[in-house]
Nanobody, 129 residues
Framework: QDQLAESGGGLVQAGGSLRLSCAAS????????MGWFRQAPGKEREFVAA????????YLSDPVKGRFTISGDNAKSTVYLQMNSLKLEDTAVYFC??????????????????????WGQGTQVAVSS
């Protein structure tokens, strides 16, 4: 079973940047889709971004488009979430997730919690004013 470990969270001022990392415990297959979700206090877990290892294509949610970037290093089985221009509303626990998917299927199709098979424990991101 894959295990995922997030890192890179912390406290940052509004307008600042953070980069989150998610490392898999073993080599993830080329047909994996890796995703990032977040959960703010009292709210449901929501999709942030995803990347397909097989195609390299990415998909980001509307609230983070233009500010966040998802990328990955398949050789290291590590996916990154670069977060720029952070806002107060970005404060949440950020979770990494993974799933096997058909080759070259767009990550657009994998934006719900139930789509993913493996999850990390999460890393806290707090944005202050």
């Amino acid at each position: 079973q894959d295990q995922l470990a997030e890192s890179g969270g912390g406290l940052v001022q509004a307008g600042g940047s953070l980069r989150l990392s998610c490392a898999a415990s073993r080599r993830t297959a080329i047909n994996y889709v890796m995703g990032w979700f977040r959960q703010a206090p009292g709210k449901e877990r929501e999709f942030v971004a995803a990347i397909s290892w097989s195609s390299g294509s990415t998909y980001l949610s509307d609230p983070v488009k233009g500010r966040f970037t998802i990328s990955g290093d398949n050789a290291k089985s590590t996916v990154y979430l670069q977060m720029n221009s952070l806002k107060l509303e970005d404060t949440a626990v950020y979770f990494c997730a993974a799933k096997e998917a058909p080759y070259y299927r767009s990550p657009y199709y994998y934006t719900t919690v139930s789509d993913y098979d493996y999850w990390g424990q999460g890393t806290q991101v707090a944005v202050s004013s």
